[in-house]
């Protein structure tokens, strides 16, 4: 299943990749879902969609985000697995095989799968890539009795949706797995200016999922309290930045040798930082990543004012 919202530059080798499986081609169906697109994505599989009726499904709605994209798609759904993908991904001829192989045993409600880029090219946050991270629907699949239980995606979010659900399922009782076989290939993708800041900003979507999880949130945002707040790494580095650059500039206008080993400090702080974000082999932008905690701290204070839980 795919929901996409303007994605005219990868989707028709998305959708070849899905027809191209090695699983039996008559015990699967192929559910897309237009979400609001305004370029011409659709246009670029209308032969596709003509020449393969029998197997796929175009569905469309207006621009509801992801997750409603979703969840149309999980309720036309008449398989009792839906494996979900994006539509900038190429899937493995055998990725359809290894998703359903993997379920084992009726306790399994999910399976990950391995998402694969090219990792020279990351250079977060300007260059990124969804691989490396934990429940990604750009490779993941779920049993539909699973989805049914606990409601599915949550359509208050526009990200993270994809990790909530996960979280639900498992707090519901079920087994999530990997499947290190069942690959998909994610381009990386460099980020605008105005994509970055909208990148940084979706953070606020970490109030309602800290809401929602408190627990599986302390480890997961690797949560610290501060009285009646909770903060998290980001948010310690940023004040603890800016007080290290106020010093420094104290320090130099006092001795020399204590303002530059202040402003050590700062960098040191700076590197660590960058060090513990970055999660494999990827490479960063040390300013660029400076001004993303900015934006992250600015996202998660408009959240907590949004949705009334406060996470700094």
Same mark, same amino acid.
């Given at each position: =299943?795919?929901?996409?919202?303007?994605?005219?530059?990868?989707?028709?080798?998305?959708?070849?990749?899905?027809?191209?499986?090695?699983?039996?081609?008559?015990?699967?169906?192929?559910?897309?879902?237009?979400?609001?697109?305004?370029?011409?994505?659709?246009?670029?599989?209308?032969?596709?969609?003509?020449?393969? /009726?029998?197997?796929?499904?175009?569905?469309?709605?207006?621009?509801?985000?992801?997750?409603?994209?979703?969840?149309?798609?999980?309720?036309?759904?008449?398989?009792?697995?839906?494996?979900?993908?994006?539509?900038?991904?190429?899937?493995?001829?055998?990725?359809?095989?290894?998703?359903?192989?993997?379920?084992?045993?009726?306790?399994?409600?999910?399976?990950?799968?391995?998402?694969?880029?090219?990792?020279?090219?990351?250079?977060?946050?300007?260059?990124?890539?969804?691989?490396?991270?934990?429940?990604?629907?750009?490779?993941?699949?779920?049993?539909?009795?699973?989805?049914?239980?606990?409601?599915?995606?949550?359509?208050?979010?526009?990200?993270?949706?994809?990790?909530?659900?996960?979280?639900?399922?498992?707090?519901?009782?079920? /087994?999530?797995?990997?499947?290190?076989?069942?690959?998909?290939?994610?381009?990386?993708? =460099?980020?605008?200016?105005?994509?970055?800041?909208?990148?940084?900003?979706?953070?606020?979507?970490?109030?309602?999922?800290? %809401?929602?999880?408190?627990?599986?949130?302390?480890?997961?945002?690797?949560?610290?309290?501060?009285?009646?707040?909770?903060?998290?790494?980001?948010?310690?580095?940023?004040?603890?930045?800016?007080?290290?650059?106020?010093?420094?500039?104290?320090?130099?206008?006092?001795?020399?040798?204590?303002?530059?080993?202040?402003?050590?400090?700062?960098?040191?702080?700076?590197?660590?930082?960058?060090?513990?974000?970055?999660? %494999?082999?990827?490479?960063?932008?040390?300013?660029?990543?400076?001004?993303?905690?900015?934006?992250?701290?600015?996202?998660?204070?408009?959240?907590?004012?949004?949705?009334?839980?406060?996470?700094?």
């Amino acid at each position: =299943m795919v929901s996409f919202h303007n994605e005219a530059r990868y989707l028709r080798r998305c959708l070849l990749s899905l027809l191209d499986q090695t699983y039996p081609k008559d015990r699967y169906e192929i559910i897309l879902v237009n979400d609001g697109s305004q370029d011409a994505s659709q246009e670029t599989i209308s032969d596709l969609l003509d020449a393969e /009726r029998a197997r796929v499904s175009l569905l469309v709605q207006s621009d509801r985000g992801p997750a409603a994209g979703r969840n149309l798609g999980v309720a036309h759904a008449k398989g009792a697995i839906v494996a979900f993908t994006d539509p900038d991904c190429v899937a493995d001829k055998d990725w359809l095989v290894q998703h359903v192989e993997s379920y084992v045993s009726n306790e399994i409600g999910g399976v990950e799968g391995r998402v694969e880029t090219d990792w020279s090219e990351l250079l977060y946050p300007i260059r990124v890539s969804p691989a490396g991270f934990r429940y990604v629907t750009c490779n993941m699949s779920y049993r539909l009795d699973a989805l049914k239980e606990v409601g599915s995606f949550d359509e208050d979010f526009r990200w993270k949706e994809d990790d909530e659900l996960a979280y639900r399922v498992i707090e519901a009782g079920w /087994r999530l797995v990997s499947a290190t076989n069942a690959v998909v290939y994610h381009p990386v993708k =460099m980020l605008s200016k105005r994509a970055l800041i909208s990148y940084g900003l979706k953070h606020r979507y970490d109030i309602p999922f800290y %809401r929602k999880h408190p627990q599986v949130a302390k480890n997961y945002f690797q949560l610290r309290r501060l009285g009646p707040l909770a903060v998290t790494p980001e948010f310690l580095f940023s004040v603890g930045s800016l007080l290290a650059i106020l010093l420094a500039w104290l320090a130099l206008s006092i001795n020399t040798f204590i303002g530059f080993s202040l402003i050590a400090l700062l960098a040191f702080l700076a590197v660590w930082q960058r060090r513990r974000m970055l999660k %494999r082999k990827a490479k960063a932008s040390l300013l660029w990543m400076a001004v993303f905690i900015v934006l992250i701290e600015l996202g998660r204070i408009y959240g907590s004012v949004e949705f009334r839980k406060f996470l700094l």
